[in-house]
């Protein structure tokens, strides 16, 4: 079992920062690929960013290419995603996910775990 703590979400004006952290507990962290999702209201969850458990391989949806940064500290059971240059279309719930077997790193359903989600908003 893992269980996934995110932290970080808030308020903030467009073409602010944000970083979200997800704390993971349960497992040895260094063994499954971490991603994050995010869900506005009336539509559904789509892919943010992932990185693979052991080279650190990063991938990003292209709406937030070039502005997220999604990294990982195994020895702190740590990932974050830094978030800059916000916009009022990044205002979501966003959740971090774990992915224990092989499978898409940008498909939900090859996830197994989720956290409980972290809101952010920004304002324009």
């Known amino acids: 079992q893992v269980q996934l703590v995110e932290s970080g979400g808030g308020l903030v004006q467009a073409g602010g920062s944000l970083r979200l952290s997800c704390a993971a507990s349960g497992r040895i962290f260094s063994s499954y690929a971490m991603g994050w999702f995010r869900q506005a209201p009336g539509k559904e969850r789509e892919f943010v960013a992932a990185?693979?458990?052991?080279?650190?391989?990063?991938y990003y949806a292209d709406s937030v290419k070039g502005r997220f940064t999604i990294s990982r500290d195994n020895t702190k059971n740590t990932v974050f995603l830094q978030m800059n240059s916000l916009n009022p279309e990044d205002t979501a719930a966003y959740y971090c996910?774990?992915?224990?077997?092989?499978?898409?790193?940008?498909?939900?359903?090859?996830?197994?775990?989720w956290g409980q989600g972290t809101q952010v908003t920004v304002s324009s």
């Open positions: 990185i693979t458990r052991i080279v650190g391989s990063t």
């Open positions: 996910a774990a992915r224990l077997y092989a499978g898409s790193l940008y498909n939900n359903r090859d996830y197994n775990y």
